[in-house]
């Protein structure tokens, strides 16, 4: 499994960035939408299954794009499938949690 994850911490708010390695650095585009899979956001430490889940569990806030990523989030609990978009055909969910 090939996903690239960032951490971004801001005063209490602890934002994962995660996506499908592949997909850094490219743009999908459906109707109106954009989503340009931002090295400088996404691209940080490779990581498996069990490190994503564990960095979601202590997230405020995840922006999770690819098929990899969005599965592991489903799988743990964190993304309501339902609430999943595509674009492009490419997989996007986000997550929120209070404080």
């Known amino acids: 499994m ?3 994850m960032k951490v971004h911490k801001r005063g ?3 934002l994962v960035a995660a996506c499908d390695s592949d997909l850094l650095g ?5 109707g109106k939408m954009r989503l ?4 400088g956001f996404y691209d940080g430490d490779p990581v498996d299954e069990d490190i994503l889940a564990n960095r979601l569990e202590m997230a405020t806030v995840a922006n999770l794009v690819g098929e ?7 799988r743990h609990g964190f993304v309501d499938p339902g609430c999943v978009i595509r674009i492009g055909g490419v997989p ?8």
């Open 68 to 74: 990899k990523a969005v599965e592991v989030a489903i």
């Open 12 to 14: 209490a708010e602890l």
């Open 26 to 30: 490219k743009t999908f585009r459906e």
């Open 92 to 99: 996007h969910a986000q997550m929120a949690r209070m404080i």
């Open 36 to 39: 340009h899979v931002s090295k």
């Open 2 to 4: 090939r996903i690239s």
